[in-house]
């Protein structure tokens, strides 16, 4: 029996529910921590990033109309499919960030039960948001929280998958879409992630992940009129600074970089940076001749 050749996978962007490959027909090198090469990745194109916009933006109504139930459903659906493909993503992980199994498989286990965490939030998140507000006035007066829109992520550089996740999850949890770009070292992982999404009942569109040089497509999602908030979690101080001017001209929400421990627990910050809050008057009315009100 003669020899068997080696299928190596091809790596995609995921844009819209779909994989193309970029625009630009450009790929650049991946290697492991030793410099020894694993793929070739998309080099994806600032045209690459206004079409996952679009394809953002196209997914909002949907994914925020959704009931928060059905939103937590489809991100545990999430878990389940990275559990049952657990061995590749700790080996994606271990070749990227050059641990060992049994550290990879810590951090895989980890990130997945991320994903549980913030889907049991999606619907108990208005809860700590909302309130009803005490105002001088026969009204009612009632504050509740709705998602952003589209917002635009620069992933961890040195996290590239439970950081990602840590990133990505809050964000759709609370009803937002995202332009997701991934680790330009290590961008193995969130490629594959995007194979897990794919077949996980999240309606394309809702996550979009881009691979590339974060310098080339981050000027372009900052500065998009379309994105109504970025979080700046894998830019470093000076290149956030410049970002960060590039979105005030639409007033996006922006969040800034800072260290972070993405083994700790998350808190309900990265949910809460991408809400906007709206408040109802209602005046309180009568009820019969006796002017009770309710």
């Not at 790929?27 to 679009?54: F, H, M």
């Not at 497509?217 to 960060?244: C, R, W, Y």
């Not at 007033?251 to 800034?256: A, D, N, P």
């Amino acid at each position: 029996m003669s020899e068997r050749l080696t299928v190596f996978k091809t790596y995609k962007l995921f844009v819209g529910g779909k994989f193309p490959r970029s625009e630009s027909g450009r790929v650049y090198e991946v290697t492991d921590s030793k410099g020894n090469w694993l793929a070739n990745a998309p080099q994806s194109s600032r045209k690459d990033a206004r079409d996952a916009v679009v394809a953002a933006r196209k997914a909002v109504g949907g994914w925020s109309g959704a009931t928060a139930y059905n939103r937590g459903q489809v991100l545990y659906r999430v878990a389940e499919m990275l559990e049952g493909r657990k061995d590749q993503f700790v080996r994606e992980v271990a070749d990227a960030e050059g641990l060992s199994k049994a550290k990879a498989a810590a951090v895989v286990d980890a990130a997945i039960d991320r994903w549980v965490w913030y889907a049991g939030w999606t619907d108990k998140i208005g809860q700590i948001t909302g309130s009803t507000n005490p105002v001088a006035g026969p009204f009612f007066n009632v504050s509740a929280t709705e998602p952003t829109g589209v917002v635009a992520v620069l992933a961890p550089q040195e996290s590239s998958f439970l950081g990602l996740v840590s990133v990505i999850a809050p964000a759709i949890a609370t009803g937002n879409t995202v332009v997701v770009v991934a680790s330009e070292k290590a961008p193995l992982p969130a490629l594959s992630l995007g194979e897990v999404l794919a077949t996980s009942d999240v309606p394309g569109g809702v996550v979009n992940i881009l691979s590339g040089r974060t310098a080339e497509m981050a000027p372009t999602l900052a500065s998009h009129q379309d994105v109504n908030a970025i979080d700046l979690a894998g830019a470093d101080a000076d290149f956030a600074k410049e970002l960060e001017i590039a979105a005030a001209d639409n007033l996006k929400r922006v969040l800034r970089p800072r260290p972070a421990d993405w083994t700790a627990d998350p808190g309900t910050e990265r949910m809460t940076a991408f809400l906007e809050t709206r408040t109802v008057w209602h005046p309180t009315g009568s009820l019969g001749a006796g002017g009770s009100s309710y």
